[in-house]
């Protein structure tokens, strides 16, 4: 007798699958409903399809983008520039200085000798006849610094997974299109087919 009413206690919670909870299992189930978690699936099977492409896409991204900072690093000289007047304190909205840059007039020598002039970006509080390290081409023409090569293949890395993340988000909204679409044939055919039972019953 105990052996049965545990039994029946253990039935009692133990939650009952519900009949045609799945669309293969419902008779009333249209077609486009059987399908729609399929097609959903299969966009997740994409999605992740891509990961294998997307890192051997990384990696040689990663190994050019290394290369062409070693050649763009050996490709530009360090100099430094000659401030032709102080660079002026920049003050926020509070009264306080600013720590960013800002541009002033400097001249500097390139590699053939000549001197050239231009707009730099050199720290605030510096006065006039100081020296600011800068990049130059090899005609003397400012180049920004050059990017380590590790930087320059973590940014193609980065660029990678980001690529991947945004494959998965427009999978995602048409996944949600389709659904949405799906949702609205069905109620229409409903209710076509409410209005064709409500006339037969007139």
């Not at 409903?33 to 990663?62: E, G, R, T």
């Not at 707009?119 to 023409?141: E, K």
């Not at 389709?178 to 087919?193: G, M, Y």
């Amino acid at each position: 007798m105990d052996s049965d009413r545990s039994w029946r206690i253990v039935r009692s919670i133990t939650p009952r699958p519900r009949t045609g909870s799945s669309p293969w299992n419902n008779p009333l189930a249209r077609r486009s409903d059987k399908y729609l978690p399929v097609a959903s699936a299969a966009l997740v099977f994409v999605w992740i399809v891509l990961v294998p492409f997307l890192a051997v896409h990384a990696c040689l991204a990663a190994a050019d983008a290394r290369r062409t900072a070693r050649v763009e690093a050996k490709q530009l000289i360090s100099t430094e520039a000659t401030l032709l007047r102080a660079t002026q304190a920049r003050y926020d909205a509070r009264g306080l200085v600013m720590a960013a840059d800002v541009p002033v007039e400097a001249d500097w020598i390139s590699s053939g000798g000549t001197l050239m002039q231009g707009r730099i970006s050199a720290p605030t509080g510096l006065d006039r006849g100081a020296r600011v390290r800068v990049w130059v081409t090899a005609d003397g023409s400012l180049h920004a610094a050059p990017r380590s090569a590790v930087w320059a293949g973590g940014q193609a890395v980065f660029a990678a997974v980001a690529g991947w993340i945004a494959c998965g988000v427009l999978l995602l909204g048409l996944d949600s299109v389709l659904k949405s679409a799906v949702r609205r044939r069905s109620i229409r055919q409903w209710a076509t087919e409410w209005a064709q039972l409500g006339g037969m019953d007139g």
